[in-house]
């Protein structure tokens, strides 16, 4: 635990305790929040999200601009600054809560969950959770409407990354299955106190409205995509043995002897289909 005086976004000094296992770096630069808040595009009518508000770099600007910002905190030391902050503003709802575990299908209103997809979700996410956090929320696809996210810029990069690219691997074939992505810019470590030891990259995600190739079940997807990269040096023949027989990875249109990295999310999924039809192989 560190605690630094320096000041924070607000440009009021801040004496909180930064939390190494709460991921606290808390952004420092004015000119960075308003270039990740016009990303983020907020218009009065969304219902955001903000996932981690620290001591509200983002928040502050959110709250001018939408009618409903629900935030999601789990530092107790944090709750009572931000319920004080923002004790007059009717958008602002607290949830005390690890981000983890959150239902967030219990914020839609009545109204919202006629009309999909009305969630913005938005985070300079702790990063040693990061990973998990976006597996939860893709179980919630149906009701987000988009999601902008602060990450380490490597992880941006393995989310983005096409077939054939070294960082394309399986965090990009399953967040690609659910959502568009996109890499939006980069941020050094000098925007935020403490500064994290690596380059950090907002990233866009943007749920399917439909899915264009679909999995008969998610859990043989999930299976299937896991195995095909147990070993990124391994050819897809290999690393599904016992799984797959070769006539079956054929059948799928997918060249056995290829490596899961050269594979689309199209291959994965009727690589995963042929698996849940047929149970499985023993070659
Ligand atoms: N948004 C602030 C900023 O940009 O300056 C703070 C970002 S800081 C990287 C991450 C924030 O997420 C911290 O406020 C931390 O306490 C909070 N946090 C960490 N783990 C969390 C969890 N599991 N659930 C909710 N919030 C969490």
Known sequence: MAKYTAKHASGRPSTHKHKKQFGQNFLNNGRIIDQIVASIRPQENDHMVEIGPGEAALTRPLIERVKKLDIIEIDNDLIAPLKI???????FNLHHTDALKFDYGTLLSKTESNDKQSLRIVG???????SPLMFHLLTYAHCIQDMHFMLQKEVVD???AQPGIKAY?????????SCQTESLFTVGPENFTPPPKVES?????IPHATLPFVADDDKAFRDIVRQSFSQKRKTLRNNLKGWLSVEQIEACDLEPATRAETIPVEGFVKLANLYFQHGKFSS
Do not use: H
Not at 85 to 91: D, G, L, W
Not at 124 to 130: A, Q, V, W
């Open 169 to 177: 691997g399986r965090l990009s074939v399953m967040l690609q299955y």
């Open 124 to 130: 300079n996410l702790p990063y040693n959770i990061s």
């Open 201 to 205: 990259a907002i990233v866009r995600l």
């Open 85 to 91: 902050q923002f004790a007059t503003k009717p958008a």
């Open 158 to 160: 393995r989310i983005t």
